[in-house]
């Protein structure tokens, strides 16, 4: 079974500085998807940023980039020129691509409160 | 699109009691999940609909758990005899390809 683990359960980060989220994984697949989603409080979860498995560039969307490492395993989220809307929760997933009976199936990390300071 | 929409956003019930959450997918999108987050944590999946057809349950999935979706429409999930510990917010969510689409969740408390 795969595993998501985010290891910073808090991070906080000055308005207009850069901040990265840490996210490992294990799985024995090779054909995957990564996201990178953002809860506000009381708020539905957003997709940031995702990354095929396959692609070897890593994804950018905006001031969110990721630094995918495939074969460590991990995936972290960078926020450049943060906001204070970025405050949020943010949750690192997997899924894997295989198709079947799970096909879609996202298994999360325990998320990451970000708290940005003005 | 009007986006996933769950109800009752809240729902406060007295241990034992039976509560029924209700999904109303994106109308296009036809596969539909269920997931449970408990304070502090990430969603667990729960189950997956694919239409009408019910693909996938978790273990988390107790017998006092049902869910279903007729016609490949909105989805019910239920839970029967309800525990304190089922106290959690019910995430549902669509697609058609990735990405998903979330709802805003129903939080229930089990008192």
């Known amino acids: 079974a795969q595993t998501v683990t985010q290891s910073q359960p808090e991070m906080s980060v000055q308005e207009a500085e850069t901040v990265t989220l840490s996210c490992t994984y294990d799985?024995?697949?090779?054909?995957?998807?990564l996201f990178w989603y953002k809860q506000p409080p009381s708020r539905q979860m957003i997709l940031v940023i995702r990354?095929?498995?396959?692609?070897?560039q890593n994804a950018t969307e905006n001031r969110f980039s990721v630094n995918f490492q495939k074969a460590a395993k991990s995936f972290s989220l960078k926020i450049s020129d943060s906001q204070l809307g970025d405050a949020a929760m943010y949750f690192c997933a997997y899924r894997s691509n295989a198709g079947g009976t799970s096909y879609g199936k996202l298994t999360f990390g325990q998320g990451t409160i970000l708290t940005v300071h003005p | 699109d009007t986006g996933v929409s769950q109800n009752p956003r809240h729902k406060i019930t007295k241990r034992g009691q039976n509560v029924t959450f209700r999904c109303d997918p994106i109308s296009e999108h036809n596969r539909l999940y269920w997931y449970r987050q408990t304070l502090g944590q990430g969603p667990e999946f729960l189950t997956y609909?694919?239409?009408?057809?019910?693909?996938?349950k978790s273990r988390l999935l107790s017998d006092r758990f049902s869910a279903e979706r007729p016609k490949g429409s909105f989805s019910t999930l239920e839970i029967q005899r309800t525990e304190q510990g089922d106290s959690a917010m019910y995430l549902c969510?669509?697609?058609?390809?990735?990405?998903?689409?979330f709802g805003s969740g129903t939080r229930l408390t089990v008192v």
């Open positions: 799985t024995s697949e090779s054909d995957y998807y």
């Open positions: 969510a669509s697609s058609e390809n990735s990405p998903y689409s």
């Open positions: 990354q095929e498995a396959y692609k070897q």
């Open positions: 609909f694919q239409n009408e057809a019910q693909l996938e």
